[in-house]
C-alpha cells in the first residue's frame, strides 16, 4: 500500500535558520509528489510540486524541494524561514489508481 | 473564480442528529474529495468521486455518505452524528487524477 511518512512533527527555528522537513514515501511505480502548507487557520495551500524532470523544484515563497527517487525522498528546503513561515507542512504523492495519500504533517514555529 | 466553496464554515450537532455538508467548485474539476483533518493525524480521505455519478469509498467512510449528481457539487452526509465525527472537514477539487488539489475553506464540526 502507498504510504508517506513525515518523520519530523514538530520544529521550532530561529527567523533567519534553514530549514528541512523530511518526507518518505513509499511506492515503486511512477509518483507525482507535492507540498502544501496550512496556515493556522487556514486551508492548504500547494507550495510545490514535482512531476518529471529536473529533481530539484522551487516553490512559491522561496522554498524548494528535492526528489531522490533512490531514496524515495522528496525533502522541503528553505534557506533562510521568516516568522510568517509558521505553518504546518504536509507532503502528498499520487501513484497507483491516481490515489492521493498525505502524511501526517510537520508543524513548524518560527521565533522572532 | 471562487475555487471550492464549502458551507457551513461551523456547526455544533447533538449526537444523533444528521446533517450535510456542501461543496462546490467552479473550476470544472472531474475529481472530488472529502477530508477529515485530526489532530497529529493529517488529512484522512472519507470518499471521492471521480466525476458525476461516480464516488468511492476512501479509508475513513463509515458514516457518511456522498453523491455527484453534478460536476459542481459534491455534499457529505452525517447519518446519525457521534462525538467522534467532532473534527475539520476539507473538501478538494483536481482537474485530473495527476494534478494538484484545491482545497475549501474547511467546516469545523463539533458533536455533542
Known amino acids: 500500500a502507498q504510504s508517506v511518512s513525515q518523520h519530523n512533527h514538530h520544529v521550532i527555528l530561529s527567523e533567519a535558520a534553514s530549514l528541512e522537513l523530511g518526507c518518505n514515501y513509499s511506492?515503486?511505480?511512477?509518483?507525482?509528489l507535492f507540498w502544501y502548507v496550512q496556515y493556522p487557520g487556514q486551508h492548504l495551500q500547494l507550495l510545490l510540486k514535482?512531476?518529471?524532470?529536473?529533481?530539484l523544484v522551487k516553490g512559491i515563497k522561496g522554498f524548494e524541494a528535492e526528489f531522490i527517487k533512490s531514496k524515495f525522498s522528496f525533502n522541503l528546503r528553505k534557506p533562510s524561514v521568516q516568522w510568517s513561515d509558521t505553518a504546518e507542512y504536509f507532503c502528498?504523492?499520487?501513484?497507483?489508481?491516481?490515489?492521493?495519500?498525505f502524511g501526517t504533517g510537520t508543524k513548524l514555529q518560527v521565533i522572532p | 473564480n471562487a475555487g471550492v466553496t464549502q458551507t457551513p464554515k461551523f456547526q455544533v450537532l447533538k449526537t444523533g442528529q444528521s446533517m450535510t455538508l456542501q461543496c462546490a467548485q467552479d473550476?470544472?474539476?472531474?475529481?472530488m474529495s472529502w477530508y477529515r483533518q485530526d489532530p497529529g493525524m493529517g488529512l484522512r480521505l472519507i470518499h471521492y468521486?471521480?466525476?458525476?455519478?461516480?464516488?468511492d469509498q476512501g479509508e475513513v467512510p463509515n458514516g457518511y455518505n456522498v453523491s455527484r449528481s453534478t460536476t459542481e457539487d459534491f455534499p457529505l452526509r452525517l447519518l446519525s452524528a457521534a462525538p467522534s465525527q467532532t473534527s475539520v472537514y476539507f473538501c478538494?477539487?483536481?482537474?485530473?487524477?495527476?494534478?494538484?488539489?484545491?482545497f475549501g475553506d474547511g467546516t469545523r464540526l463539533s458533536i455533542l
Open positions: 514535482y512531476f518529471s524532470g529536473d529533481p
Open positions: 473550476m470544472n474539476h472531474e475529481y
Open positions: 502528498a504523492v499520487i501513484g497507483g489508481y491516481q490515489k492521493v495519500t
Open positions: 511506492y515503486g511505480g511512477t509518483v507525482n
Open positions: 478538494a477539487s483536481r482537474r485530473d487524477g495527476n494534478q494538484p488539489q484545491h
Open positions: 468521486s471521480v466525476g458525476a455519478g461516480i464516488t
